[in-house]
């Protein structure tokens, strides 16, 4: 096997970015008013310079206004997703971890709920109770899986499982109180839904995912001796407290913020590290970067399906991540059995 060096990562990480742009040009090119391939590189080129007077305004209203901000949300969701579902799993040692396990999107959706309840008619109010929901479970989470002062990571499975099932129980009781279309929004929303553009500004989203991504990635050499044992690596120097920390703190926010701006969507963050190790290998220093680059290709070409497969209606993308991610997973389920 060949060592890893800085040049490869970067090398790895430029052939996904370069993946990516491609999907985001093809994104850009499908949907109810098609554009050529010429004219969308001559909008994005014409778009970077500053010349938008020179691009006819219909193709600046679709590539610019509608098109490419959907595809930023996308990419920010999906590299969310499987950052911290590559997270979780390093965390709990569990292969089949993601980031709802520990009960985040639960909570979220509960939080959701209860704030279309207060403030129905307010623009954002699903994204920020969503978020403090999934915040709040976080916490909840934290002190119900410390065992002798320590995050215990079995411990804090159990305690998002049990907290995943108490705050579905209660999703289940606000549902019966919502009228009709706003229980036809919420499930909408619940199984993914990035046409609704998120009340913050995208820079601080974005802003908010590199600083949350620097952290995880801070921690990646650490990852690495933890998997071979919590014991082997604090003889080796390890802070195994730390790090749980960094990385329960920084998957909650990364879940907690594409849950808030993109609904539930499945299957992302738990078949995407898969996917990178597979391709890439287990070192989490190019794990972790090549998952959030998979994961926003994962996402931009499951929302270019889910709007454009039965057009002019648009299918949830959660439920094309649904289709797609089932039957992979039974795929490496019986490769990793044989």
């Known amino acids: 096997m ?7 990562i970067v090398a790895t990480c430029g052939l996904l970015c370069g993946v990516l742009f491609v999907v985001v040009v093809f994104s850009l090119r499908m949907g109810a008013y098609p554009i050529s391939l010429h004219n969308i590189v001559i909008t994005l080129f014409r778009g970077a310079i500053g010349q938008r007077d020179e691009v006819p305004p ?22 969310a997703l499987a950052t911290a579902g590559a997270g979780f799993q390093a965390l ?27 403030a129905p008619h307010t623009a954002g109010v699903i994204q920020a109770g969503a978020f403090i929901g999934a915040a709040a479970t976080t916490g909840a989470v934290y002190f119900l899986g410390r065992r002798g002062g320590q995050l215990d990571s ?16 209660g999703i289940v009781f606000l549902s019966t109180t919502l009228s009709s279309r706003d229980q036809r929004g919420m499930g909408f929303w619940l199984m993914g839904d990035l046409a609704t553009p998120p009340s913050v500004d995208l820079k601080w989203l974005y802003f908010i ?15 690495n001796l933890i998997l071979t044992g919590e014991q082997e690596a604090g003889h080796l120097g390890v802070n195994v407290y730390r790090v749980k920390m960094v990385v329960y703190v920084a998957g909650s926010l990364l879940t907690g913020l594409a849950v808030s701006v993109g609904g539930t969507i499945g299957y992302v963050g738990l078949l995407v590290p898969h996917m990178m190790r597979l391709l890439f290998g287990t070192d ?48 490496l389920m019986k490769r990793r059995v044989r």
């Open 58 to 79: 219909d193709f600046w209203l679709v590539v610019f206004g509608l098109r490419l901000p959907r595809i930023a949300l996308g990419i920010l969701v999906g590299a």
């Open 154 to 169: 079995p411990t804090l499975l159990l305690a998002g499982i049990i907290s995943a099932s108490f705050l579905s129980a």
């Open 209 to 223: 995912l590199l600083v949350t991504l620097g952290c995880i990635y801070t921690t990646s050499s650490d990852l």
């Open 92 to 118: 709990l040692r569990n292969p089949l971890a993601d980031p709802y396990v520990l009960g985040l999107a639960s909570g979220a959706a509960l939080g959701a709920m209860l704030s279309l309840m207060v």
């Open 284 to 331: 989490y220093r190019l794990l972790i970067p090549t998952s959030a680059i998979g994961g926003g290709i994962i996402i931009v070409l499951a929302d270019t399906l889910a709007r454009t497969v039965v057009a002019p209606t648009e299918l949830p993308v959660g439920a094309m991540t649904a289709l797609a991610g089932a039957p992979v997973f039974i795929y």
């Open 2 to 8: 060949r060592p890893l060096t800085p040049a490869r």
